[in-house]
């Protein structure tokens, strides 16, 4: 089952089952909207609660110095839930098939792969795709998936992707921009296939060291990013400090989902913090977009 089917069948789910509960508790006789309505409420004050509880667990295990001021914290739950709702309650189970911008046959032209992460389809890419930023790029998509399979198999779907990309635009390279469990996918790919066909791989918020919140996710691939994995380790020691020169590393250190918020940041790679912002919300964060922006350019000048 595709992301975009597994989402829309987990809503209804969701809408249903709390509209039944709310029809069991409330009291005979209420307006059935009502009982819709807090169907509706459930679900949006579910995903603040899991935000908030990974926010908290964060703190605990990997404090700040200095520590946030509350009315930060709240401003990053807040930005995440709002983004978190938008991601998943409408644009990546309804608003996927978007078209991408027309490719154009010039090898002068900079080449990007947008790759997702974890749940995630080519839909969270639309805000930066929407901004202008990368207008003068050949830019395209790629879903990941099966959804919860091994890392190792989503290499050869960025294979695919890139050869394509390169075929329709006569590249020579290609930037990999890859997000969370995108950026681990990337290494993989570059395992497999070599760096011959790539410019630069730039992360955003990649756990490339693990997060504690690995364990806890469904599927093979988010057990290969936990904390302390055999699959990352093995990954690390099949590469070399060029390869790893070759990265751009964007890191939050208001990650709410890789814990601890210094993970996202290869050795040997360039490396950047930014602050106020949680974990998916850094994908529609502008001081992001323009650190993705000069690392393209960076790239292209250096050909």
């Known amino acids: 089952m595709s992301l975009t ?16 509960l709310a029809l069991w508790l409330l009291p005979a006789g209420a307006p059935f909207w009502q009982a819709v309505l807090i169907g509706l409420l459930l679900p ?8 908030a509880i990974e926010l908290g667990v964060g703190a605990i295990v990997d404090p700040r110095r200095p520590r946030s001021s509350i009315a930060d914290v709240l401003g990053v739950w807040l930005g995440e839930t709002r983004c978190s709702l938008r991601v998943f309650g409408w644009r990546q189970p309804f608003a996927a098939g978007f078209a991408e911008p027309a490719l154009v046959h010039d090898p002068q032209r900079p080449a990007l792969l947008l790759i997702a992460g974890y749940v995630c389809n080519r839909a969270v890419w639309k805000p930066l795709l929407d901004s202008g930023q990368l207008a003068g790029c050949n830019v395209a998509t790629v879903n990941i998936e099966p959804v919860f399979g091994s890392i190792d198999g989503f290499s050869q779907v960025i294979d695919a992707a890139v050869n ?56 093979a691939n988010a ?31 208001d ?9 996202p940041l290869l050795t040997d790679a360039e490396q950047h913090m ?15 977009w323009a650190l993705v922006v000069k690392a393209v350019a960076s790239a292209s000048a250096s050909r």
């Not at 955003?204 to 599927?219: E, K, N, Q, S, V």
């Not at 930014?274 to 992001?288: K, S, T």
Request: aromatic share 2%.
């Open 5 to 20: 089917a597994l989402l829309r069948v987990a809503l209804v789910v969701q809408l249903g089952a709390g509209t039944l």
């Open 44 to 51: 949006v004050l579910g995903t603040a609660l899991v935000l």
């Open 164 to 219: 394509r990309l390169r075929s329709a635009t006569s590249a020579a390279r290609v930037t990999l921009v890859c997000h969370s469990m995108g950026g681990i996918a990337a290494r993989a790919y570059l395992r497999d296939h070599g760096a011959d066909a790539i410019d630069r791989v730039i992360t955003l918020a990649t756990p490339h060291h693990g997060t504690i919140f690995g364990r806890l996710g469904h599927g």
């Open 223 to 253: 057990h290969q990013m936990a904390c302390g994995s055999g699959y990352l380790s093995t990954l690390a020691a099949a590469e070399t400090a060029e390869r790893r020169r070759r990265f751009v590393c964007i890191a939050t250190a």
């Open 255 to 263: 990650d709410n989902l890789v814990v601890p918020r210094s993970s």
């Open 274 to 288: 930014i602050e106020g912002v949680g974990h998916l919300a850094l994908l529609e964060d502008r001081r992001a």
